[in-house]
């Protein structure tokens, strides 16, 4: 069974452009939830999304946002990109609504901007 | 003060340790989790917990409700189990909105 493709693994852009980042989930799971880590802060929740609704959102600018299309499979976008937003971006899947439900998480697209 | 603390920061053992990893939390949560980080950043879930004691191979993960508190435990430690761990809580049913401790990086030496 596949896992949790997260396409592009590596992305060096320059500040004030804007970046698309794609994660496919595990067939059948219909949540999707996106991460940020840095060496500073760690990981921290960006949103997640279920059935193409955005569930939650944690505390991160509103140039950063997202979308689920109808098969599950989610992007993120940053505009206006900011040195300080270079990190490890991850996304994780669950069946979400399934009690005691875990997760799957992809390897990640590390995002560089100089 | 974070939501979910974890000890220690960093933990260096010898081949063959039993290692323990502690994961304290403030808030009320619907599931504990706790993470295996290799370098090079792809996250693996280990346990998840919501009561009592899971076991996987030499890989042992309890949980105290009550006392806000769980633990992974490592018998026998290896080389292999060098990576970060890392304690994730889930605050309810309806997210899946996950808070992180700052993990616990361990190395162990053959």
């Known amino acids: 069974k596949a896992g949790v493709t997260q396409t592009p693994r590596y992305l060096i852009k320059t500040r004030g452009q804007q970046v698309t980042l794609s994660c496919s989930p595990i067939s059948g799971h219909r949540s999707v939830s996106w991460y940020q880590q840095t060496p500073g802060q760690g990981l921290q929740f960006l949103f997640e999304?279920?059935?193409?609704?955005?569930?939650n959102k944690g505390n991160f600018p509103g140039r950063f946002s997202g979308r689920q299309f109808s098969n599950s499979r989610s992007e993120m976008n940053v505009s206006t990109l900011e040195l300080g937003d270079s990190a490890l971006y991850l996304c994780?899947?669950?069946?979400?609504?399934?009690?005691?439900?875990?997760?799957?998480f992809g390897s990640g697209t590390r995002l560089t901007v100089v | 003060k974070n939501e979910v603390e974890q000890s220690p920061q960093n933990l260096t053992a010898q081949e063959g340790e039993f290692i323990t990893i502690n994961c304290s939390y403030s808030v009320g949560i619907s599931a504990l989790h706790w993470l295996q980080q290799h370098p090079g950043g792809g996250i693996v879930s280990l346990f998840m917990l919501s009561s009592g004691k899971k076991k996987h191979g030499r890989l042992i993960a309890t949980i105290n409700i009550q006392e806000k508190h769980s633990s992974l435990h490592i018998t026998a430690s290896h080389p292999r189990d060098s990576a970060v761990y890392i304690c994730?809580?889930?605050?309810?049913?309806?997210?899946?909105?996950?808070?992180f401790g700052t993990g616990t990086r361990l190395q162990v030496f053959p």
């Open positions: 994730a809580v889930r605050k309810g049913d309806n997210t899946d909105k996950l808070i």
């Open positions: 994780a899947s669950s069946l979400a609504g399934v009690r005691d439900y875990g997760y799957t």
């Open positions: 999304y279920f059935s193409e609704t955005q569930r």
